[in-house]
């Protein structure tokens, strides 16, 4: 039996291959010249078919993306490019000098996902991205445009029936019936609401705390008066 191998990567997941050969293989008819694909798909499973050498390269195109999606790649870049390495792999050993007594050659494949990869992958584009946002400068409102910055107590105040639902900051509720409660001095502390320019609402220290970072409207980006 003579083997040789190959294996090859490409979007985080990898296939390897393996071509083994025999004079006899049961099972099958030793007239033909034959390829055995000996699959094992993403799910550790294990597949086998046989397909005349002939037919094999005339459709070699169809039947290696029908022989990856059976192994579980659903990915359409991952799969032309794996197809085209499992036909050339097909045609270098059918060349071969080596296997030219040889009816039959099998060959396995195997394709796995490299997670780890993954996961290195999504730390450099995380890593990247926060390197990108601490290299942009953010201006600040005025302590005076913040101080200006019209307090709501009730719905009356906001002009309409009820507030939003939510601050957009936090994510937390915005309702004049919240109450914080302060444990340490055991009393209530009511929540205030405060409304910008352009009538986006946001909790008092939420929107407090953005303006001193950036002097933009968090939703609609209406820009507050700045130093500059």
């Not at 007239?31 to 070699?60: K, W």
């Not at 400068?137 to 005076?144: F, G, N, P, Q, V």
């Not at 507030?163 to 205030?192: A, G, M, R």
């Amino acid at each position: 039996m003579a083997i040789f191998t190959a294996s090859y990567n490409y979007c985080s997941t990898t296939m390897n291959l393996r071509l083994s050969t025999s004079r006899h293989h049961p099972n099958l008819d030793q007239l033909n010249h034959c390829f055995v694909f000996h699959m094992i798909n993403l799910a550790g499973q294990r597949v086998y078919t046989s397909i005349p050498r002939v037919e094999f390269f005339d459709r070699y195109s169809a039947i290696t993306r029908e022989i990856l999606t059976i192994m579980g790649v659903t990915t359409p870049a991952v799969i032309s490019y794996f197809a085209s390495r499992i036909s050339s792999f097909a045609m270098v050993s059918v060349l071969d000098p080596r296997f030219e007594a040889h009816r039959v050659l099998t060959i396995s494949l195997q394709v796995q996902q490299n997670e780890e990869e993954e996961e290195e992958e999504e730390e450099v584009i995380e890593h990247t991205f926060r390197e990108a946002l601490s290299t942009i400068r953010t201006i600040s409102a005025t302590e005076e445009s913040i101080r200006a910055l019209k307090e709501l107590n009730n719905p009356e105040d906001f002009g309409l029936d009820r507030t939003p639902e939510q601050c957009s900051i936090c994510l937390e509720n915005l309702s004049f019936q919240n109450h914080h409660v302060d444990h340490d001095h055991d009393h209530v502390i009511k929540v205030v609401l405060l409304q910008m320019p352009c009538s986006h609402v946001y909790h008092k220290d939420c929107i407090v705390q953005w303006l001193k970072t950036s002097h933009m409207c968090p939703l609609c980006r209406y820009p507050m008066p700045t130093a500059s």
